[in-house]
């Protein structure tokens, strides 16, 4: 998730994070539609890999009796965030379909899943296409014979910018911060800040990432040997914004900012 630099109390800074940036429930159910659509079948094993808090891994197994999911992060704070935030709002019998993986991504797993997610454009913190590379290998070599990696992304004109954006919610405001682009590297720094009853929160989350491109992502899991891999683009609404509806395709118009996501097929 990043992080922190700022006073801001744990607690306090992933509910914001969660309530400003994350929408589970529709991502869980575009894996599922998804997953069916081009394997036939429901997904029933989740992976979330720099999973943080948990939280979708907790919601996903929630979804079936037969659902189990591991979330898999570095970082104690946001996992002990999520297990007294998230796990504990779980049955005794949906407690034994989750667990928390303190460990790296990188790492060899006994697990085998039906999906593997690197949501939030977590995978950006490799900024070498060799360890890149390695981390897509990793995550083919731990999924089901039929299994699919699903990663977000995003891009358009205005993501390079050095800008700040807020975006106001009922009891809070979000700021995503374009604080540095090299364009030589494609290397990128951004904060999140908050601000709540009137007290700005700077630097709560910081991202020293290398901004990958949709092509970039599609020939590397090509090449950690994936068999196919689908890119989707997002629908529009009346006003001309994004509506929330995905579909497949391999050919758009850029515009000022866009979130998509791309799919790796074993």
């Known amino acids: 998730?990043?992080?922190?630099?700022?006073s801001l109390p744990v607690d306090k800074k992933y509910k914001l994070y969660e309530a400003s940036v994350q929408n589970h429930m529709a991502d869980i159910e575009f894996i599922q539609d998804e997953f069916k659509a081009l394997r036939g079948r429901k997904p029933k094993t989740l992976r979330e890999d720099f999973g943080g808090t948990g939280a979708m891994a907790c919601d996903w197994v929630k979804e079936g009796k037969e659902?189990?999911?591991?979330?898999?992060?570095?970082?104690?704070?946001?996992?002990?965030?999520?297990?007294?935030?998230?796990?504990?709002?779980?049955?005794?019998?949906?407690?034994t379909r989750m667990e928390?993986?303190?460990?790296?991504?990188?790492?060899?797993?006994?697990?085998?899943?039906?999906?593997?997610?690197a949501f939030n454009f977590s995978y950006f913190i490799f900024k070498k296409r060799a360890e890149l590379l390695?981390?897509?290998?990793?995550?083919?070599?731990?999924?089901?014979?039929?299994?699919a990696f699903f990663v977000d992304i995003f891009?358009?004109?205005?993501?390079?910018?050095?800008?700040?954006?807020?975006?106001?919610?009922?009891?809070h405001s979000y700021f995503w911060?374009?604080?540095?682009?090299?364009?030589?590297?494609?290397?990128?720094?951004?904060?999140?800040?908050?601000?709540?009853?009137?007290?700005k929160y700077e630097k709560v989350f910081t991202y020293d990432w290398r901004h990958w491109t949709v092509r970039e992502i599609t020939e590397l899991m090509e090449e950690a040997g994936?068999?196919?891999?689908?890119?989707?683009?997002e629908g529009e609404d009346?006003?001309?914004d994004g509506d929330g509806e995905f579909f497949q395709s391999n050919e758009e118009e850029n515009c000022e900012s866009w979130v998509t996501y791309i799919v790796g097929l074993v």
């Open 238 to 240: 009346e006003d001309g």
């Open 100 to 117: 928390y993986v303190m460990g790296n991504v990188l790492d060899d797993y006994d697990m085998k899943n039906d999906v593997t997610v």
């Open 134 to 147: 390695k981390y897509f290998q990793q995550v083919r070599k731990n999924l089901n014979g039929d299994g």
């Open 67 to 95: 659902n189990r999911a591991w979330a898999i992060d570095l970082d104690p704070e946001p996992v002990y965030y999520g297990k007294e935030n998230h796990y504990t709002r779980l049955n005794d019998e949906e407690k």
């Open 155 to 171: 891009g358009g004109t205005e993501c390079f910018q050095e800008m700040v954006e807020e975006t106001e919610f009922k009891k």
């Open 226 to 233: 994936f068999s196919k891999v689908v890119t989707y683009w």
């Open 1 to 6: 998730m990043g992080k922190g630099e700022s």
């Open 177 to 199: 911060d374009c604080d540095r682009y090299n364009p030589l590297t494609n290397e990128v720094l951004y904060y999140i800040h908050f601000k709540t009853k009137g007290e």
